[in-house]
């Protein structure tokens, strides 16, 4: 289930650069961080959004109570530092998180921070009071957050309903940024506020996102930088080929792939290119409510004609790995070891044997040779959706369905996805943090606005807390593993596989760490300089 030597001998002498030990190098002031974007986000409200689209050029923007350390590339636990919470502690059997805020913090606006700030951020995600998200992706990840308290300007604290140890872990998620009360969601959707190193200044639709220099940080010499312009680009091979001629000095996140790699060693092989995983899936995705799909036998069938090999072949030559929902091994912690994931139904290296049990079904269902079913396969479009969506319909056709390709708008597919309006679908979940409550809540809880296909089952929702509650990694481990084989074997969304990309930059580009475990950390770029 893992990469090949093989494959593997592509991409060292790409990365040899990354091996070399440079200099010190005193750190300059000054200078534009020039970044090109793949697609116009949605809005600019992190707090609204489910895509790295709006997490990358924003993150900078903003602060959260506390944040993975931003030059380390494994996200967990262990690196987990402070931010605009300077301390905190646990009390009352894991059940309360107090956290002592940092003084003399100003929003971008002049206005101060204080804890009635954090207090609004989290009432917001859960939909308490007054303000309202338009879309509020996240807010199952605090379903277990019974309320925050304050005391004075100062402290803050979260009182859960139950222990749940990872729940620091969500506040450091770039996907949890602390919001001013006194800016409103709409106007955060357009015009941010945040108290981070970077201020927004200006987006134009499909052109640019441009950042300038937080001159009152609170963290005194940071950013290095001028400012960010994030330049639109929705070709991929224009955009690659801007990156190889130096009008940029980092590409958009994960963009590169295993094929593009070649083309960046070759014309440009000064540069830095860092292969990652993403922690970013790609699944089908089937609407549970729509017949026939709503038979499960149906979506069992279509879980067992997925050939994943034949994906991770086509698309990366080898190099992506097969896994259930959670990232896997080596940088993955909580996913599935190869010895366990061989025993999940639709894994097994047999495709054939796996394809004539769903063709079986299918007959049994009434389709057959002389009976096809005719679908519509949706997915948002950009390349990395509709690669192997591509894949995805052919594969289908050994099983009697004859599908389509719908492409959505970009900044349409996750809110038409939200809202159920589709049948089948070729989906990319990326998870937010590498950690099971984030995985397991957000896209299978029933009642979560990410559980797109609709899949609901109380009782392994009772084991979704066992684990959550759990202290004990290695017992952790193996409920995940449990519950990941049931979701597979559900067909609730299945994974075809787990993606790893590039993100390249220029020699002149310094103290930049890209994250290992998740495409949604990494981006606050406080520390960063360019050597020009």
């Known amino acids: ?89 646990w009390e009352d059997d894991g059940k309360k998180l107090k956290f002592k805020l940092r003084e003399g913090v100003k929003w971008h606006d002049g206005k101060p921070f204080t804890a009635k700030d954090v207090k609004c951020t989290f009432d917001l995600v859960q939909g308490k009071g007054d303000a309202k998200l338009r879309k509020n992706p996240r807010k199952v990840w605090y379903h277990n957050l019974d309320e925050v308290t304050t005391n004075g300007d100062h402290e803050v604290t979260f009182n859960l309903k139950r222990r749940q140890p990872s729940f620091i872990a969500l506040l450091a998620s770039g996907y949890t940024p602390v919001y001013p009360c006194h800016v409103t969601p709409a106007e955060m959707r357009t015009k941010p506020v945040g108290t981070g190193p970077f201020k927004f200044a200006e987006f134009k639709q499909n052109e640019y996102i441009k950042l300038v220099k937080n001159p009152d940080y609170w963290e005194k010499g940071r950013p290095y930088l001028d400012g960010i312009e994030f330049t639109i680009i929705k070709n991929r091979s224009t955009r690659m080929l801007a990156f190889i001629a130096g009008d940029f000095d980092m590409t958009y996140t994960t963009d590169i792939t295993i094929p593009m790699l070649k083309d960046i060693k070759s014309q440009a092989p000064q540069a830095t290119c860092e292969v990652r995983p993403t922690n970013v899936n790609r699944n089908l995705i089937v609407n549970a409510e729509k017949p026939p799909f709503n038979d499960p036998k149906m979506r069992r069938a279509m879980m067992l004609a997925l050939d994943r090999q034949a994906f991770i072949d086509i698309i990366s030559e080898g190099n992506d790995d097969q896994g259930g929902m959670m990232l896997p091994p080596p940088e993955g912690v909580w996913g599935m070891p190869p010895e366990v994931l061989e025993t999940v139904a639709g894994y097994g290296k047999d495709i054939e044997k796996n394809r004539a049990e769903a063709r079986k079904i299918m007959q049994e269902l009434g ?38 390709l719908e492409v959505v708008e970009t900044s349409l597919w996750h809110a038409k996805v939200a809202r159920k309006d589709y049948t089948v679908g070729m989906n990319l979940t990326g998870i937010g943090v590498d950690d099971p409550d984030v995985a397991l809540y957000e896209n299978f809880k029933c009642d979560s606005e990410r559980n797109y296909t609709q899949y609901c089952n109380p009782e392994l929702e009772k084991k979704f807390d066992e684990q959550s509650m759990e202290t004990d990694i290695e017992k952790r481990k193996k409920l995940v593993w449990e519950i990941d084989k049931q979701l597979q074997e559900d067909a609730a969304r299945p994974v075809i596989f787990h993606a790893r990309a590039a993100t390249c930059f220029h020699p002149w580009v310094k103290n930049l760490t890209t994250s290992a475990n998740s495409s949604y950390n990494g981006f606050r770029y406080e520390n960063v300089w360019l050597d020009k």
């Not at 090949?4 to 005193?26: D, E, F, I, N, R």
């Not at 992190?46 to 900078?60: D, L, Q």
């Open 1 to 89: 289930m893992r990469r090949g030597a093989k494959t593997l001998a592509l991409v060292v002498p790409v990365l040899g650069a990354m091996s070399m030990v440079q200099p010190a190098l005193a750190q300059k002031s000054g200078g534009v961080f020039k970044i090109y974007h793949r697609d116009s986000p949605p809005s600019l409200s992190i707090h609204e959004e489910a895509t790295n689209s709006t997490v990358m050029p924003m993150m900078s923007v903003f602060n959260n109570l506390v944040i993975f350390d931003q030059l380390k590339p494994i996200g967990s636990l262990d690196t987990i530092v402070p931010d605009l919470g300077e301390s905190w502690t």
């Open 367 to 404: 389709y057959g040779p002389d009976k096809r079913l005719p679908i519509k396969v949706s997915t948002r479009n950009i390349e990395i959706y509709r690669d192997p969506a591509v894949i995805l319909i052919d594969q289908l056709k050994d099983i009697y369905m004859d599908a389509e």
